[in-house]
C-alpha cells in the first residue's frame, strides 16, 4: 500500500473521480448480492409450494433490473478509474520529459537513454495500472468481499459466515509474503528490461559501425544473453505472480468444505433451510472474485511500486548546474576567462588550467591544438553545461555567468558542436528549428552563408527533403553545414563553432568563413579546429595543449614564434601542396598508382 501513499498527492487531486468511482462500485455490488437472495425466496417458496407465476415474474424483473443498473454502474466507475489514471501517465511523462531537459550532461554519462526510455514507458505504465486498474481491483475486492460477508451474517446466519472465514488470515499472510517477493524480483527485471532496451537502442544507432566491422554475429550474441537475462529475471516474477491464484484456491477450498460440513449440520439441527444455505453458497461463490482480485491488486500494486520508485529515484536526482534567479538582466560586454583549475567532479586531475583571455564583442578567437587538450571543454564551460568551481572564472560583462538565467545565457550563442545531431524531420525543420515560422528568404539566406544551400536545391524534394534519423541520408560535410545554418538563423551575438568544418573540403571552409567575416561585423566568433587554416584570420588564436594555454596571438606572430602552431601549420600547407599536386597529375594522366 505504499505506493497509494506516496501517490497521495494524486488521489487527493483527483478525489472526485475517485469518490464517484466508489460510489457507483458500492450500489453495484449492493445490487450484485440482491440475486442470490431472491434465488433463496424462491427456492424456500419452491419447497413450501407458495411459488405463483405471478410472484416469480416478479423475481424475474427484479433481477433483470439489477442487471441494468449493475452494467451502467460499471461503465461509470471504470470511466472514472481509468481516466485518472490516464491522467496519471501523463502527469508523470511530462514531469520525467521536463526533468530529462533541464539535466546537465553529467547525468546522461549516469544514465543511458535505454534506461531513461524505459522510465518513461514500462515504469509509468505499471504506475498508471495502480491507480487505475489496481484501484478498482482493491475496491472491488473489498467492498465486494465486505458486503457479501455482511449480507451472509445478517441475511443467513453469523456462525457460519464466521466457520467459513478461517481460512482467511492464511492467505493474508501468504499474500503479503508474495507481495515483498514480487516487489523485490519486478525491479530487477524492470532493470534488467532498461540494460535490454539500451542495448537495441545503442545498436540501431550504431548499425553502420557494426556492420563495417562485421560484428553482426558478436552484437546479436551480446543481445541474446541480455534477451536471456530478461526472459531469467521475469520468469523469477511470473512464478512468484503463480502463486497467487493457487494459494486463493486452496484457502477458498477450505472455506467451502467448512461451510458444507457445518451447513448440513446445521439444516439436520433446524438451524438453517435449504434455501438460505443455497444462498450462502451462493454468496460464498461470490467471494471468489474479490480474493482472486486480492492477489491480482498485490501483484499489480508491487510492480506499481518497484516502478515508482525507479521513477522517484530520477526525479530526485539533482542538477549539478542550478537556475539563477535573476532572469531579467540580458548579457552583454567582454567574455573573460580566468580559470585557475577545472575537473570533473569524480576526476582527480584538473581538465583545465591556468586559462586566462577576454573575448571583447566583435572579435573572432581561434582554439586550436591537439586531441584532448582542451577546446571542446573551454566551449562546454561557457554553455554552462559543467559549472566551474568559482562563480567568477568565467564572466560576460560585469557579472558571473552563473547570475544569468540559463534561458538568457544560452540565448547569445549559436552554437555548433562536434557531434551534428539534426532531427528526423526535412531539412528545413532542421534549419528553422528555433524559428519555426521563419519566411523563405531568411531560411535561404542562411543556407547561402554556410554553403549548404545548392546541394538542398539538388536534392529532389529540396528544403522539403526527409532526412532520417540523425541525417542519416546526408554526407558529414552536408549534416555540419545545415548544424551552421541552424545556428545562423537566429543572428547570435556569439557564434561558436566547434571543429565545426572538419568534414568540408578547404575551398568550402574558405567561402564559409569568407561569408561570415561578411555578414557578422561586430559579432563575436569562437572557432576550435583541428585544420590552421580554419582560424588563421582570427583576431586572436589561442594553441591549447595539456588543458592550458601554450601560446597566443595572430597568425603572424604564431608563424613568427615558430611554436607548436608555426609548425603545424606549415605541415598542414605542405600536405596541402601535395594533395594539389597529385591531383593534378592524376588529371593530367601521370599517377603512377601510388597514394600519398
Excluded at 7 to 22: D, P
Excluded at 207 to 221: A, L, M, N, P, R
Excluded at 359 to 367: E, H
Aim: hydrophobic share 45%; with cysteine.
Amino acid at each position: 500500500m505504499k505506493v497509494f501513499r506516496e501517490l497521495s498527492w494524486f488521489l487527493k487531486q483527483e478525489r472526485k473521480r475517485y469518490i464517484i468511482a466508489f460510489t457507483a462500485m458500492i450500489v453495484t455490488t449492493f445490487c450484485s448480492l440482491m440475486p442470490p437472495k431472491i434465488i433463496g425466496l424462491v427456492i424456500d417458496h419452491i419447497t413450501n409450494k407458495t411459488l405463483t407465476p405471478r410472484l416469480l415474474v416478479m423475481y424475474l424483473l427484479i433481477i433483470f433490473g439489477l442487471g441494468i443498473a449493475v452494467y451502467l454502474l460499471r461503465f461509470i466507475s471504470r470511466m472514472q478509474l481509468f481516466g485518472a489514471s490516464a491522467k496519471l501517465g501523463r502527469i508523470l511523462r511530462e514531469r520525467l520529459y521536463a526533468k530529462y531537459t533541464l539535466m546537465s550532461p553529467s547525468f546522461y554519462q549516469k544514465y543511458r537513454t535505454g534506461d531513461l526510455m524505459a522510465h518513461a514507458t514500462n515504469d509509468i505504465r505499471a504506475v498508471q495500472s495502480s491507480a487505475g486498474i489496481g484501484v478498482m481491483t482493491i475496491g472491488d475486492a473489498l467492498i465486494t468481499g465486505g458486503m457479501t460477508l455482511a449480507m451472509m451474517a445478517i441475511t443467513v446466519s453469523p456462525k457460519l459466515t464466521l466457520i467459513a472465514i478461517l481460512p482467511l488470515p492464511i492467505l493474508v499472510m501468504a499474500t503479503n509474503y508474495y507481495g515483498r517477493l514480487l516487489h523485490k524480483t519486478f525491479k530487477e527485471a524492470q532493470a534488467s528490461f532498461s540494460e535490454m532496451n539500451d542495448k537495441t537502442q545503442e545498436s540501431i544507432a550504431g548499425i553502420k559501425v557494426i556492420k563495417s566491422f562485421g560484428y553482426e554475429v558478436d552484437d546479436e550474441e551480446d543481445f541474446r544473453k541480455l534477451s536471456d537475462d530478461v526472459v531469467s529475471k521475469n520468469m523469477r516474477v511470473a512464478k512468484i505472480d503463480a502463486l497467487f491464484d493457487p494459494t486463493i484456491q486452496l484457502v477458498l477450498g477450505s472455506s467451502y468444505l467448512l461451510s458444507m460440513i457445518f451447513g448440513a449440520m446445521m439444516i439436520m439441527n433446524g438451524e438453517l433451510t435449504i434455501g438460505a444455505l443455497v444462498t450462502f453458497t451462493t454468496y460464498l461463490s461470490m467471494l471468489v472474485w474479490p480474493l482472486l482480485a486480492l492477489g491480482f491488486f498485490f501483484n499489480i500494486v508491487q510492480r506499481g511500486h518497484a516502478s515508482y520508485d525507479r521513477i522517484r529515484q530520477i526525479e530526485q536526482v539533482e542538477n549539478d548546474i542550478q537556475e539563477s534567479s535573476d532572469t531579467g538582466e540580458k548579457p552583454s560586454g567582454n567574455i573573460t576567462f580566468d580559470i585557475q583549475a577545472f575537473q570533473f567532479p569524480k576526476d582527480s586531475t584538473p581538465r583545465l588550467h591556468d586559462i586566462k583571455f577576454t573575448l571583447v564583442p566583435g572579435m573572432t578567437i581561434g582554439i586550436v591544438g591537439s586531441t584532448g587538450s582542451g577546446k571542446s571543454l573551454l566551449l562546454r564551460l561557457l554553455l554552462r553545461e559543467f559549472d566551474t568551481a568559482q562563480p567568477s572564472d568565467i564572466q560576460y560583462g560585469d557579472k558571473p555567468i552563473r547570475d544569468y538565467a540559463l534561458d538568457q545565457l544560452r540565448a547569445q550563442f549559436g552554437y555548433v558542436p562536434q557531434e551534428h545531431f539534426l532531427f528526423s524531420s526535412t531539412i528545413r525543420g532542421n534549419i528553422a528549428f528555433s524559428q519555426p515560422d521563419v519566411t523563405d528568404d531568411v531560411l535561404y539566406r542562411a543556407s547561402q552563408l554556410s554553403h549548404i544551400h545548392r546541394d538542398i536545391m539538388a536534392l529532389p524534394d529540396g528544403y522539403d527533403t526527409v532526412v532520417g534519423e540523425r541525417g542519416v541520408s546526408l554526407s558529414g560535410g552536408q549534416k555540419q553545414r545545415i548544424s551552421i545554418a541552424r545556428a545562423l538563423m537566429t543572428d547570435p551575438e556569439v557564434l561558436i563553432l566547434d571543429d565545426a568544418l572538419s568534414a568540408v573540403d578547404a575551398e568550402t571552409e574558405a567561402a564559409i568563413l569568407h561569408n561570415l567575416k561578411q555578414t557578422r561585423q561586430g559579432k563575436t566568433n569562437m572557432i576550435t579546429a583541428h585544420r590552421m587554416s580554419a582560424v588563421m584570420h582570427a583576431d586572436m588564436i589561442l594553441v591549447m595543449r595539456d588543458g592550458t594555454i601554450i601560446e597566443r596571438g595572430t597568425h603572424d606572430v604564431l608563424l613568427d614564434q615558430g611554436g607548436w602552431y608555426a609548425e603545424t601549420f606549415h605541415a598542414q600547407a605542405m600536405q596541402a601542396r601535395l594533395r594539389e599536386d597529385l591531383t593534378q597529375q592524376v588529371e593530367r594522366g601521370e599517377h603512377d598508382g601510388k597514394t600519398f
